[in-house]
């Protein structure tokens, strides 16, 4: 089974990933970061792991967590191999079949994603996209659960660029209940798709400009930084999102003991000041390590083993 998309699991399904995920963190408490998990269930299985991008948490974590899992891994960058140069994404992805047990990808592109996933015989899991990032919002949905109780009984501010991680949690929120304002300036609200599968699930996601109003009562801020790596037009971008800087005057007004959560890396003292980075409301550091044990249930959801 893949793991593309939110929106393509079910409620139940996103559950019984958290639910390992935590089961998983509990039983670690006590182990180094190098020993592998008691039950090992990936023992005797490879992955793979492709990036077309530059990544640090999303290789470390996989890494890690898939050698905790038993299993064995091989890293390259999209550099490294015939990537759609000379050889098809689709035929790329015939050959890593024949080789490994899954593949997680980070592309440039959804529709490179999309090709490999629809010709691969294996697993593949989506490590992010220009569209969305699964991974991510399950380690944060995760951290917040962890501090707050579940999502459905939360009320969440993301600030900022309406980009691919915004998108996942739109489809978090459509999927697992809960509330999200979402401010941003008018060119970089989430694309339209994103907006109209909110509504057709009857999701409670609203956009406005406004950021103190999409932060008011909020139980968890989130934002991430104002230029990823695939945005053009810089100097525009810090002009337009200046205003949606996340600071401890803009923390005051959400909920008392509001959380602060970013994917990082964060660029401080631009989307988020210092103050709120290293302050109470930040369980950043958190949400980090999650990644690693939020991927583990993904992985194993993907080989039928939860």
């Given amino acids: 089974m893949h793991f593309l998309d939110l929106k393509d699991f079910n409620k139940s399904q996103l559950r019984t990933i958290l639910k390992a995920a935590r089961t998983r963190?509990?039983?670690?408490?006590?182990?180094?970061?190098?020993?592998?998990?008691?039950?090992?269930?990936?023992?005797?299985?490879?992955?793979a792991l492709v990036?077309?991008?530059?990544?640090?948490?999303?290789r470390f974590s996989f890494e890690v967590g898939i050698r905790q899992l038993g299993g064995d891994v091989f890293?390259?960058?999209?550099?490294?191999?015939?990537?759609?140069?000379?050889?098809?994404?689709?035929?790329?992805?015939?050959?890593?079949?024949?080789?490994?047990?899954?593949?997680?990808?980070?592309?440039?592109?959804?529709?490179?994603?999309?090709?490999f996933a629809s010709a691969a015989t294996i697993p593949v899991i989506n490590g992010l996209t220009n569209m969305t990032h699964p991974c991510q919002v399950m380690a944060d949905v995760m951290t917040l659960e962890e501090k707050n109780g579940t999502l459905d009984h939360n009320k969440v501010a993301w600030v900022g660029d309406?980009?691919?991680?915004?998108?996942?949690?739109?489809e978090a929120i459509g999927?697992?209940?809960?509330?999200?304002?979402?401010?941003?300036?008018?060119?970089?609200?989430?694309?339209?798709?994103?907006?109209?599968?909110?509504?057709?699930?009857?999701?409670?996601?609203?956009?406005?400009?406004?950021?103190?109003?999409a932060v008011a009562g909020a139980n968890c801020v989130i934002t991430d930084a104002w230029v990823s790596m695939h945005d053009e037009d810089i100097e525009n971008r810090h002009n337009l999102l200046r205003p949606y800087?996340?600071?401890?005057?803009?923390?005051?007004?959400?909920?008392?003991?509001?959380?602060?959560?970013h994917c990082l890396p964060a660029h401080r003292n631009e989307e988020v000041t210092?103050?709120?980075?290293?302050?109470?409301?930040?369980?950043?550091?958190?949400?980090?390590?999650?990644?690693?044990h939020a991927q583990k249930a993904i992985l194993l959801s993907c080989f039928g083993k939860l």
């Fill in 162 to 170: 309406g980009n691919n991680v915004c998108a996942s949690w739109i």
């Fill in 274 to 292: 210092d103050g709120v980075m290293d302050g109470p409301y930040s369980v950043v550091f958190d949400e980090a390590e999650n990644r690693v």
């Fill in 51 to 58: 990036f077309e991008r530059p990544s640090t948490r999303t």
């Fill in 75 to 115: 890293t390259a960058s999209g550099t490294e191999m015939q990537l759609g140069r000379g050889e098809t994404v689709a035929d790329t992805a015939r050959v890593l079949s024949r080789y490994v047990d899954a593949v997680m990808i980070r592309s440039k592109k959804r529709e490179t994603l999309q090709e």
């Fill in 245 to 261: 800087q996340v600071n401890e005057a803009l923390m005051k007004g959400a909920a008392k003991n509001a959380l602060f959560m």
């Fill in 25 to 47: 963190k509990q039983a670690r408490a006590r182990l180094a970061q190098g020993e592998l998990d008691a039950d090992q269930p990936l023992k005797g299985k490879i992955i």
């Fill in 175 to 213: 999927i697992l209940g809960g509330e999200m304002n979402i401010g941003c300036p008018d060119s970089l609200v989430p694309a339209a798709e994103f907006m109209t599968w909110a509504k057709a699930q009857n999701a409670k996601v609203q956009v406005m400009r406004d950021v103190e109003a």
